[in-house]
């Protein structure tokens, strides 16, 4: 029986040296690599490309980079929160979140507890009700207007009832 439970310890101290070495290997590593910078990779495609001419007449030219600007909706109306304020503190645990976007859009207001799904009206004004956790509360308002243009924003409120 003794040489049993020697055996199980020989093995468990083994274990936890092999594993120490791995360990600080793989941090090692990590370390060694993080230190180094960025590895070299190899250009992106959108690079542009230079060409030289003859040597006599040394000539560098790039290939064109594509761009894209998205037209704006005729109204320029993007999101706005009206209700309640970025980093306020709110003293009951239900509050409500008012604001303004594009006419007509579909809005997602996500709470730590609920995610809410809503309509803006014809004016673009929307309003929902949502409950609070206690403490700080990161509240995200997405927004896409039927042009297929979305518009994020976040705010915090702090719902507590501690007297200040």
Do not use: C, R, W
């Amino acid at each position: 029986m003794v040489s049993f439970k020697v055996l199980m310890l020989k093995e468990l101290i083994l274990a936890i040296i092999l594993g120490s070495i791995l360990g600080f290997g793989v941090t090692g590593g990590f370390i060694t690599l993080k230190k180094s910078g960025k590895p070299n990779l190899p250009p992106s495609s959108n690079a542009p490309t230079p060409t030289i001419s003859a040597p006599n007449n040394p000539v560098v030219s790039t290939a064109p980079t594509p761009s894209f600007s998205p037209e704006l909706p005729e109204n320029n109306i993007n999101l706005t929160i009206d209700e309640p304020l970025n980093e306020s503190i709110v003293a009951n645990s239900k509050t409500t979140i008012k604001g303004t976007t594009a006419a007509d859009s579909h809005l997602v207001v996500a709470t730590p507890l609920k995610v809410f799904t809503l309509t803006a009206d014809s004016q673009g004004n929307f309003e929902t009700e949502v409950e609070l956790e206690s403490g700080v509360n990161l509240i995200q308002v997405n927004s896409s207007t039927p042009d297929n243009f979305q518009y994020e924003k976040e705010l915090i409120v702090t719902y507590s009832t501690a007297k200040i």
